[in-house]
């Protein structure tokens, strides 16, 4: 399932010209009292005291290799019950992700539908699916006062499908929380490093 926004001028409310042109996969709902996203200075020099910064980065590399070979169900299995997946509007990439209009914005039950209809024939736009290949780099890391761990860092992400490849960058922010000898994604927070979608064929069908 695909949805196409207005263009800007067209009726309809203001916020939805942000994103003209855009395929998306739509946000499937919104549970309440749900948390924003993780803060993170950009000029804070940052780590951890209560992390080991490997067992942080070989998780982001799986989520990545996970994501890459579309495992979508084991990815989505990587969040924890209240977890939430947001990729923000290019142009208010600061805004409040809670009032603001979001490209995605998945809790729990978003995330089932997401990767239903992924794995299904009616994300037209995945079927065939892209080939994809993901790098993970910058990685800092903040302990929360939550006794989670923040974590901030840069994706790319190389999509291949005819006709050629496209690049998306993204400022990605994590809030994992610790289970057993791994972690879980309490909130994932992907930031696009472009002023629009038409920078990248207006087109975002897969997940950062």
């Known amino acids: ?81 209240d977890g939430r997946y947001v990729v923000p509007a290019t142009d208010n990439p600061a805004g409040d992700v809670d009032l ?8 729990h039950v978003g995330l089932q539908g997401r990767v239903q209809r992924l794995m299904s024939t009616y994300a037209h736009i995945e079927n065939p699916r892209s080939t994809t290949s993901r790098v993970i780099s910058n990685v800092r890391l903040r302990d929360d006062d939550s006794g989670d761990l923040a974590v901030r860092c840069t994706a790319v992400v190389h999509r291949s499908r005819v006709p050629g490849t496209t690049s998306y960058v993204a400022d990605v922010r994590y809030l994992l929380r610790q289970k057993e000898n791994s972690f879980r994604i309490a909130r994932k927070h992907a930031v696009l490093g472009h002023h629009t979608l038409r920078d990248v064929g207006g087109v975002l069908s897969i997940i950062l």
């Open 1 to 81: 399932m695909e949805r196409r926004f207005p263009r800007d001028g067209q009726s309809g409310p203001r916020e939805l010209g942000r994103a003209a042109d855009a395929h998306v996969l739509a946000p499937l709902g919104r549970t309440d009292g749900r948390q924003g996203v993780i803060d993170f200075p950009d000029a804070e020099q940052a780590s951890s005291k209560r992390f080991d910064r490997a067992a942080v980065e070989d998780f982001l590399y799986y989520e990545a290799q996970l994501l890459d070979a579309w495992k979508l169900e084991e990815w989505r299995d990587l969040f924890t019950p």
């Open 100 to 107: 603001d209009l979001n490209l995605i914005d998945d809790d």
